[in-house]
């Protein structure tokens, strides 16, 4: 058989499936087969003198197990018995039998073709099973109650989950996604069991008004920072802490890459007279409330800007006055 086909087509792809650090396998001289019992068998279907039994050897012997224990019919490299019963048994139905030895076998026989595939797909299969019960285990339930770890709900806040096949594709996504961190492997039914999981998650927690719409009616401002300039948009949160969220438009649609709101100075930085008496930091000549904007992660990958806490304006110890920083610029 051609290995190297085997080795190019299958047992890379089995190495990488298994996980097994091993550099990829090409150009390897390598004959792959097992020691085959050498005892006889025989055949009473077409009375063939040769037929040799399809058990692999014992690793100390040339026998198979049950082999090693009784070999009525003798070795398949040897001339039959003359009084045995098969030496009989064939003389009767095949008076030429003796004629049609081939005694030139060899304990080790390289598999064929179909050999190794049925071979290196048990040899899957007892790995994924193994694999499957490691890994599976103790994780599956976990993520089922724990699918926000796992699922950003912001990310499909602008998924419009009446378009089918957005949704559908959508669900994949996670579960592909979920699959392959967590890597685990699933039966056909946890599979669908997962995409259910994840539908109803996404039902749960999706925002049914489409952005487009909320963000015609959204505030707009502009963050500067090095020579980036990225229109924000500000939408109003229930979320007292977070009162805006902020989006950002790309390619993908509208995309939250963090919050905006209300300055309120943990550090002690601002002198009391600047703030109100919920503690927020005012406009020195609009009294009104100093804005500060978050970038999450995702906003800082999207955007080249680091993520981090941004203000219209900072508080300066030495003049005793604020000072413009230049990040955000209201439209
Ligand atoms: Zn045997």
Redesign the pocket.
């Known amino acids: 058989m051609n290995i190297n086909y085997y080795f190019n087509e299958n047992i890379n792809d089995f190495i990488n499936h298994i996980k097994l650090d091993i550099p990829s396998i090409n150009n390897y001289n390598i004959i792959i087969g097992s020691n085959r019992?050498m005892?006889r068998v025989r055949d009473y279907k077409t009375y063939n003198v040769n037929k040799r039994?399809r058990?692999m050897a014992l690793s100390d012997s040339n026998?198979?197990k049950?082999?090693n224990n009784r070999c009525p019919n003798g070795l398949i490299n040897e001339n039959l018995d003359e009084n045995s019963a098969l030496y009989k048994t064939y003389k009767k139905k095949n008076s030429n039998f003796i004629n049609e030895y081939d005694l030139n076998v060899k304990l080790f026989c390289p598999y064929t073709e179909e050999d190794f595939i049925i071979h290196m797909r048990n040899i899957q299969k007892h790995i994924s099973k193994t694999n499957h019960i490691m890994q599976n285990s103790c994780d599956i339930e976990d993520i089922y109650n724990n699918l926000s770890d796992y699922i950003d709900i912001n990310s499909f806040t602008n998924i419009n989950t009446d378009d089918p096949t957005l949704l559908h594709n959508t669900i994949n996504f996670y579960k592909k996604d979920i699959v392959a961190k967590m890597k685990l492997h699933l039966t056909i039914a946890e599979t669908e069991e997962l995409y259910d999981k994840i539908h109803d998650f996404i039902i749960n927690n999706s925002n049914k008004k489409s952005i487009n719409e909320l963000i015609a009616n959204a505030d707009i401002i502009t963050l500067r920072e090095l020579n980036h300039e990225v229109d924000l948009y500000l939408l109003n949160n229930d979320d007292k802490h977070n009162p805006y969220s902020v989006y950002m438009n790309s390619k993908s649609g509208y995309l939250l890459i963090g919050y905006a709101r209300n300055w309120i100075d943990h550090n002690g930085d601002v002198p009391d007279d600047h703030k109100n008496h919920e503690g927020l930091v005012l406009d020195a000549d609009t009294q009104l409330p100093i804005l500060e904007v978050e970038i999450n992660e995702t906003g800082s990958l999207l955007t080249g800007i680091q993520k981090g806490i941004y203000r219209e304006w900072e508080y300066d110890d030495e003049v005793e006055q604020f000072r413009k920083t230049s990040y955000i610029e209201r439209m």
């Open positions: 019992c005892g039994c058990f026998l198979c049950k082999c």
